[in-house]
């Protein structure tokens, strides 16, 4: 079982939504399409879907072109950022709906929706209506509805988005698990690099309709074949900087700041991206470098302090743990972890290292 | 906690309590004083107990008007709710349509009443109206000054006219706050357009349905201007609606006392019939 988009392009009038867009999914697997609002991953669901078509380009399905087939002849399931049920069903009722219309008896249907139900901790509500119940236990609702199909393709767009921060991490760890055993294709839609991080599977980093890498989620943090990639699948956003090496000497082009690395790689002109939690207000890895700076703003967290500040022309971000008290204007020393930089040469692409 | 004691906030209600008084409770009270009581003018009131009720409660009269009355509010909420849901279904969701539309429906909306009742009767005169000769000259025998059922006829058709642009708009509004992912939602399981309508689109609408078929209600319960320019009630009863009936009974007999005692009535009616109702559809709202 296999998904595949073929150069798919999706155009509204005069604006493209999907740049020609590629992509094979396999079985079993999880992927994320993570990207802002608007960067195109609703569209490449419902082109997935087959709720729309593409402009050009083929959608092929277990080896067959399915361009164009009728959302109600694939096998597929979706579940939304709203909470979406049929407001007058029962819970019971609602989970059933799909099973209903193809036509499946009753024992079945009740023994189907009984397992998935206890699978999502609703056994409790089936005879309650989602008006009665929290967010939370609408989208476990809908998100049951969907699992009840056995699709072949499971569509989620931003299921967690309008959950509450303490639903939506439960939510979110329970949701690999109701994948795993499935004969299925998972398709996960989120603006948040922490969801993809936590989901795991592969991961697509999509930005203004265009799919700028695929692969396993844990690759394409570690390595982001470019600064594009990079920043997308970066929360809070990566520093970025201008660099000049010669011999084993690093100098940042904004501000003179320099630090010796033993990092192999061509003298002259890179991009670092140094993702925030990098730089730290204490020392960090075995080559960390020291850097001055003035405080702009200081967030705690309770686990975490995010600090902005600027040396020079740079404004960037730290992020340590703990609470790290730092006034507003005050200088303080920070250390950058060296190991972690990533560089890229003047076209944006990831420079290998060794 | 203790709660210190503040009266003044009652200050604020008073603005409310004095305009309440003299919009309604004032009225209301002089009505409920002549019901019970006779008067000739000139200020000479005589008690008369439940007299007045009792009278009208029997009065065959106030039963046929009455009669006219449900069957008339029966007859155009059963036309006016299915086609004005129709036609919210019909109307376009986006694109320069919309406001086309909506101006369109909100057309008959602004027209004063009288006007209604004078543009229909112009409309359906038999021999210069553009509808009775339409009619008659395409064969049918219409003449609604003469004929009771032409009478109700084109009393009911201005009515729906006037008033169904009201239900499509409501529903309309309904129709609009229906996030598009519940359609798609539908597709993927395959619904049919009626599972669509039946288990998505009207259970969405029912709270404003609700509201369309409670002010559909009491304002065709209530009607009196249009049928009044229209028909004047007649050919001879045949339109007397409850209000044109209490109208004549009022200032027409001049007697203050049974009009008094059927307006309690009448508006004892409109008042158990609209809370019944309402109850009824919100019983499993409220909870969110």
């Known amino acids: ?91 019971f009722e609602n989970i059933a709906s799909p099973l209903k219309i193809t036509g499946v008896n009753s024992k079945e249907i009740k023994e189907r929706v009984g397992k998935v139900a206890e699978l999502l901790k609703l056994s409790a509500m089936l005879n309650k209506k989602p008006d009665e119940l929290s967010g939370g236990q609408q989208q476990r609702t809908a998100l049951a509805r969907a699992l009840v199909k056995d699709s072949d393709l499971i569509l989620l767009d931003e299921p967690l988005a309008n959950l509450d921060f303490k639903l939506r991490e439960e939510l979110r760890e329970e949701l690999p698990k109701l994948f795993e055993d499935r004969d299925c294709i998972v398709v996960y839609a989120t603006t948040e690099p922490l969801d993809a991080l936590m989901i795991g599977g592969n991961t697509a980093t999509l930005l203004k309709g265009k799919i700028i890498q695929y692969g396993k989620t844990l690759e394409v943090y570690n390595k982001p074949e470019n600064l594009t990639s990079a920043k997308v699948f970066s929360d809070p956003p990566m520093n970025i900087a201008e660099i000049n090496k010669s011999g084993d000497t690093f100098k940042l082009t904004d501000n003179n700041f320099q630090w010796k690395s033993a990092v192999k790689i061509k003298d002259g002109f890179y991009k670092i991206g140094i993702r925030p939690h990098n730089i730290t207000t204490y020392k960090e890895g075995n080559n960390s470098v020291e850097i001055n700076g003035k405080v702009l703003i200081s967030e705690l967290s309770g686990s975490e302090s995010l600090i902005h500040f600027t040396n020079g022309n740079l404004n960037w971000v730290s992020l340590s743990n703990g609470i790290q008290q730092k006034n507003i204007g005050e200088d303080t020393k920070l250390y950058m972890n060296t190991d972690e930089f990533l560089y890229f040469d003047q076209n944006n692409r990831l420079v290998n290292h060794g | 906690m203790n709660k210190t004691l503040n009266q003044k906030a009652w200050f604020f ?110 409309f359906a005169l038999p021999e210069i109206g553009f509808l ?157």
């Open chain 1, 1 to 91: 079982m296999s998904l595949e988009l073929k150069n798919v392009e999706k155009k509204v009038g005069i604006e493209t939504h999907i740049h020609s867009a590629n992509l094979k999914l396999e079985k079993n697997t999880i992927n994320v399409l993570l990207g802002s609002t608007l960067a195109g991953k609703t569209t490449l669901m419902q082109i997935m879907a087959g709720l729309d078509k593409p402009t050009s380009g083929e959608v092929w399905f277990n080896g067959e072109n399915v361009t164009g087939k009728e959302v109600q002849k694939r096998n597929c399931s979706m579940v939304y950022q709203q909470f979406i049920n049929y407001p007058n069903f029962t819970v």
């Open chain 2, 132 to 288: 009775g000769n339409s009619l008659n000259s395409l064969g049918f025998d219409y003449n609604f000054t003469q004929q009771s059922g032409d009478a109700w006829f084109t009393t009911i058709l201005m009515d729906v006219w006037h008033w169904t642009s009201l239900v499509v708009l409501l529903s309309y509004a309904g129709l609009n706050s229906i996030q598009p992912a519940y359609y798609q939602a539908a597709e993927i399981d395959g619904a049919s357009r009626w599972d669509v309508f039946r288990y998505i689109e009207l259970p969405k609408m029912k709270k404003v349905l609700t509201l369309a078929i409670l002010l559909r209600f009491m304002d065709s319960f209530m009607i009196y201007t249009e049928p009044f320019v229209l028909t004047g009630g007649g050919p001879g009863n045949a339109t007397n609606f409850l209000s044109l009936d209490l109208v004549k009974m009022a200032l027409g007999q001049f007697d203050l006392g049974p009009a008094a005692a059927m307006s309690l009535i009448y508006f004892l009616i409109v008042l158990l019939i609209c809370w019944v109702f309402y109850t009824l559809m919100m019983k499993d709202e409220g909870r969110t």
């Open chain 2, 13 to 122: 209600v008073i603005p409310v309590f004095v305009l309440v008084a003299f919009n309604a409770v004032v009225p209301l009270m002089t009505v409920v004083n002549y019901s019970f009581q006779e008067t000739f003018g000139s200020n000479v009131f005589a008690w008369e107990g439940t007299r007045w009720f009792k009278e009208i409660l029997h009065s065959e009269r106030f039963h046929a008007s009455l009669g006219r009355q449900f069957i008339f509010t029966f007859i155009i909420l059963l036309i006016q709710l299915p086609l004005g849901i129709a036609i919210a279904l019909t109307m376009p969701k986006k694109g320069w349509g919309v406001p086309v539309c909506l101006i369109l429906m909100s057309m008959p909306l602004l027209i004063p009443w009288n006007v209604v009742g004078a543009m229909w009767n112009i």
